[in-house]
């Protein structure tokens, strides 16, 4: 027999949990307004660009593109990431941060192993995209590695960014390792341009290295030449994101240090 | 006499309002153990993360091997090491990978052969191609014992390294550290809130309370101070605050 008692006990169990944790809040209303904002936009760009036939075929490759570049800067964002929840998960992190080791040669390590998500995935999608819809990724010759790069890079700040959130506010922010990535996504322009966006948000998205990549992925697919200056802007974005994150890493690695915060994680 | 590889002066540290270490001093020497003993909340745990550079001090200062934590952190961490029951290994890997892997960030040259060397040491040779996270908590501790002395360190931290074993481990754990006193001489800070482990391991013992040091000497000497049977005695007349009545 069901008891009420002991449903509403558990409940009240998880709506407390709620209440008292404002990342899970914000999770409640984040992944719905993300999915709206980015299907929303990709619903306008279809139709401002897909006219006849080959605007709707130019509009899937944009897709299938912006689908795979898009893994680059996911993937690297959870090697630095998800490393770090590794050693948090595995009681860990007390003995890597004890031992003598630079947080720079901590970073670099992380980073590394984002490298060799996005190489792994990246090999994988390739073939995919080739064999399922013909798609050649190689088609953007010397500018594949610069996207790559560039997205890469963000996908380090970005991983930097989430680890400081979940060293200051501990497991309570986890799941900000999977949420920062899709907070950038709708001004990232992955699957529509940038002039889709309305004004506000059309200057943050040329704020961000990404929204600069996936336009000029987009120039490259519609026949048009690349431009060095977008690439370039993107690289020196990046180079500025990176620096923050590391700076912001450094500050918070300081305040978890004062207020026990390293061991309170390990610990709990 | 030897200077001391361990120097903690005049340390507090507070959270917030609540102070965990309230201006201890303590100094530690190659081949001496010294124990930490105190009631949960004392703050032996606070002073070993602020030794091993977890958490800052608020104030005071820590040096080790005549050099001072905050300037010299990557030289002293490469002589020292700890084993606490608040990190285990990775449990998805195996143990000799563990080890391995923590010997090249200790820097250990031939990390292989130092790995099979501390297994035989430990008796755990045979846990070598075991998943960490299968172990039991006797040969985890045992693992963490062994990653504690890959780099050979020059001051050893063990915090509470007996707990939660069986009488058995617990011996062996003890003869454990007392051969490497013997054969090695690094400077020990060991915490426990077993009374024989203090006993048979600790040349002299440190009574924290509150933050501060309550007492200090051998575990005769401070038996004999508050007028206990035993050390066990004077710990749970010290955890009821029935010291106070004793020193007035």
């Known amino acids: ?268 | 006499m030897d200077a001391p590889l361990l120097t903690v002066d005049r340390i507090v540290k507070r959270f917030g309002s609540f102070t965990a270490v309230d201006g201890v001093s303590l100094e530690v020497r190659g081949g001496e153990t010294v124990g930490l003993l105190g009631v949960n909340g004392a703050g032996k745990t606070t002073l070993m993360n602020m030794i091993l550079g977890l958490i800052t001090p608020s104030e005071g200062s820590i040096r080790s091997f005549g050099l001072e934590l905050e300037r010299h952190r990557l030289e002293i961490l490469a002589r020292t090491n700890f084993c606490t029951t608040y990190a285990t290994l990775p449990g998805n890997l195996k143990v000799h990978h563990n080890l391995e892997i923590f010997a090249r960030l200790y820097g250990v040259k031939h990390a292989r052969e130092k790995v099979a060397e501390l297994l035989e040491l430990l008796e755990i040779t045979r846990l070598a191609d075991k998943i960490t996270g299968q172990l039991s908590a006797g040969e985890s501790t045992r693992v963490n014992l062994a990653k504690a002395l890959l780099n050979d360190p020059d001051l050893l931290l063990l915090d509470e390294p007996t707990a939660s074993l069986d009488p058995d481990i617990a011996d062996k754990v003890r003869k454990l550290v007392r051969h490497v006193q013997r054969s090695r001489h690094p400077a020990i800070l060991y915490t426990s809130h077993n009374m024989r482990d203090i006993e048979e391991v600790c040349d002299r013992i440190l009574f924290l309370h509150q933050g501060r040091i309550l007492a200090e000497g051998t575990a005769d000497e401070i038996t004999r101070r508050f007028e206990g049977r035993n050390l066990d005695e004077v710990f749970i007349k010290i955890a009821r605050s029935e010291i106070e009545a004793l020193q007035s």
């Open chain 1, 1 to 268: 027999m069901i008891r009420p008692a002991t449903i509403l006990a558990l409940v009240t169990r998880q709506v407390l949990l709620f209440t008292r944790n404002p990342v899970r809040a914000f999770e409640l209303f984040f992944w719905p307004i993300v999915q709206l904002m980015v299907w929303g936009f990709v619903t306008q760009f279809l139709q401002q660009h897909s006219v006849g036939e080959d605007g709707f075929g130019r509009f899937i490759t944009f897709l299938i593109g912006g689908i795979i570049l898009w893994d680059a800067l996911f993937r690297s964002q959870q090697g630095v990431a998800i490393s770090y929840l590794e050693d948090v998960w595995t009681r860990n992190l007390l003995n890597i941060f004890a031992a003598p080791i630079r947080m720079t040669e901590y970073l670099a390590a992380s980073f590394t192993v984002g490298f060799l998500r996005v190489l792994v995935t990246a090999a994988v999608l390739a073939a995919i995209a080739w064999f399922a819809y013909a798609f050649d990724l190689f088609q953007f010759r010397w500018t594949l590695v610069i996207y790559y790069g560039n997205l890469m890079m963000f996908g380090w700040a970005l991983g930097i960014l989430s680890i400081s959130m979940i060293l200051r506010w501990g497991h309570a922010a986890e799941s900000l390792a999977w949420a920062v990535p899709f907070m950038v996504q709708p001004f990232a322009c992955v699957f529509y341009g940038v002039d889709v966006l309305p004004g506000w948000m059309r200057a943050v998205a040329l704020a961000l290295p990404p929204a600069h990549v996936f336009e000029g992925m987009r120039e490259v697919l519609a026949g048009e030449p690349v431009d060095p200056g977008r690439l370039a802007l993107a690289t020196g974005l990046n180079v500025l994101y990176l620096l923050a994150a590391g700076l912001l890493f450094s500050r918070m690695f300081a305040i978890a240090r004062k207020r026990g915060l390293l061991v309170k994680a390990a610990s709990s």
